[in-house]
């Protein structure tokens, strides 16, 4: 198989779970940290990828997301006659059953990766207390996780409610005036797609602030195993 990754965390996966078969991941791919000296080609970004590019890479298939990836990108591989899978993830149960689609369509068996992780994931901890939350994904306009969407799913599992949960839009923007107003218990900031840190968004407010992976809260790929931990113990430290 010859597989061309347009989603991050799905470049890790296929990377990790059927070596050999990537031969093109875009810009933003960053796992496996050694992409480049395996000689994988880079194809642009996620939402602008070099459709010429990809088919002379003259994949077998290419991965893509239904909400990472613009379609007019996808509609022209497959004009071009290339084979094109679409995932859609909103939940955890979700990533799970596209991940097994995505490795089985790479000729992968089942990797133990998903296995540990789904393992993690159903033998969760009982929180503390349930939080409220509100999980900027980006400053300058503030944006924010609304409704359906894969972070808030894993949170929601980990004992934090986010306050936009029931909000029309999935990704709303929000003005800051208004995200301090609704006075979470909690702030939680990952690292992307906007990469907040302790000088960059905990002061806009009063409420404690996470920091967390980004890689950990929204990618769904090997690094699920870990996220559980890892997210727990941000949480935690953050409302000592």
């Known amino acids: 198989m010859r597989v061309v990754s347009l989603v991050p965390s799905l470049t890790e996966a296929v990377a990790v779970s059927a070596p050999g078969a990537l031969v093109g991941a875009t810009e933003w791919c960053s796992h496996p940290e050694d992409l480049d000296d395996l000689g994988v080609v880079r194809v642009g970004g996620t939402k602008n990828p070099d459709v010429s590019r990809i088919i002379a890479l003259a994949p077998d298939l290419v991965i893509a997301n239904e909400e990472e990836n613009r379609e007019p990108d996808l509609a022209s ?3 071009a006659g290339v084979e094109v899978l679409v995932t859609e993830v909103r939940d955890l149960p979700g990533a799970f059953r596209e991940l097994a689609r995505v490795l089985a369509a790479c000729g992968a068996g089942r990797p133990g990766w998903l296995d540990e992780a ?3 994931w159903g033998q969760l901890p ?3 207390a ?3 939350a509100v999980i900027p ?3 300058r306009p503030w944006m924010v996780l609304g409704r359906d969407t894969f972070a808030g799913d894993l949170l929601r599992r980990l004992g934090v409610d986010n306050v936009y949960a029931t909000h029309a839009e999935r990704y709303p923007h929000v003005p800051v005036e208004e995200l301090r107003s609704v006075a979470p218990d ?3 900031l990952p690292d992307e797609p906007y990469r907040f840190t302790r000088e960059d968004g905990p002061e806009e407010f009063t409420a404690p602030s996470a920091l967390v992976s980004g890689r950990h809260l929204t990618w769904y790929g090997p690094s699920l195993a870990q996220a559980p931990a890892e997210l727990i113990a941000a ?3 953050a409302c000592r």
């Open 137 to 139: 994904i980006w400053r």
């Open 118 to 120: 789904e393992a993690a």
């Open 77 to 79: 591989l497959r004009a």
């Open 130 to 132: 349930r939080l409220r």
């Open 235 to 237: 949480l935690r430290a």
């Open 186 to 188: 909690l702030m939680v």
């Open 126 to 128: 009982e929180p503390d």
